[in-house]
C-alpha cells in the first residue's frame, strides 16, 4: 500500500506557472505508474497527466499538453508536475494517484489517492 500527499497548490495568476508534489510513504513506490487528476466543482474528476513507473512514456490530456510536465523521482518517492502559462480554467482541486498495473487515463484503474491541493488561477 502507498500513502500519497500532494503540496503546492496556491492563487497565482493567468499565464504564472506553479509546481505541484506528490509524497509517497512505503518502499515500492518506484513500482507504481503515478498520474494526476483535477477536479473542479461541479465537475467530474478529469485526467491530466500520467508517468510509467521508470519516469517514461509520460501521457497528457489534450488540455494540458505542451503547458504541463509530469516527472518524477523515485530516490525521493515525489512525483512532480510542472505547469506553465496557467489558465483560468486549469483551476480545481488536484490529486495524485497511483496504478498498482499500468499507465492510465481512467481514475478507476488507480488504487491509491492523495487528498488534493488545490489550485486557483486568477485571469
Known amino acids: 500500500q502507498v500513502q500519497l500527499v500532494e503540496s503546492g497548490g496556491e492563487l497565482v495568476q493567468a499565464g504564472d506557472s506553479l509546481r505541484l508534489s506528490c509524497a509517497a510513504s512505503?518502499?515500492?513506490?518506484?513500482?507504481?505508474?503515478m498520474g494526476w487528476f483535477r477536479q473542479a466543482p461541479g465537475k467530474e474528476r478529469e485526467f491530466v497527466a500520467a508517468?510509467?513507473?521508470?519516469?517514461?512514456?509520460?501521457s497528457y490530456a489534450d488540455s494540458v499538453k505542451d503547458r504541463f510536465t509530469i516527472s518524477r523521482d523515485n530516490a525521493k518517492n515525489t512525483v512532480f508536475l510542472q505547469m506553465n502559462s496557467l489558465k483560468p480554467e486549469d483551476t480545481a482541486v488536484y490529486y495524485c494517484?497511483?496504478?498498482?498495473?499500468?499507465?492510465?487515463?481512467?481514475?478507476?484503474?488507480?488504487?491509491?489517492w492523495g487528498q488534493g491541493t488545490q489550485v486557483t488561477v486568477s485571469s
Open positions: 494517484a497511483a496504478s498498482r498495473f499500468f499507465v492510465a487515463r481512467r481514475a478507476r484503474d488507480y488504487d491509491y
Open positions: 512505503g518502499r515500492t513506490f518506484s513500482s507504481y505508474p
Open positions: 508517468i510509467s513507473s521508470r519516469g517514461s512514456t509520460p
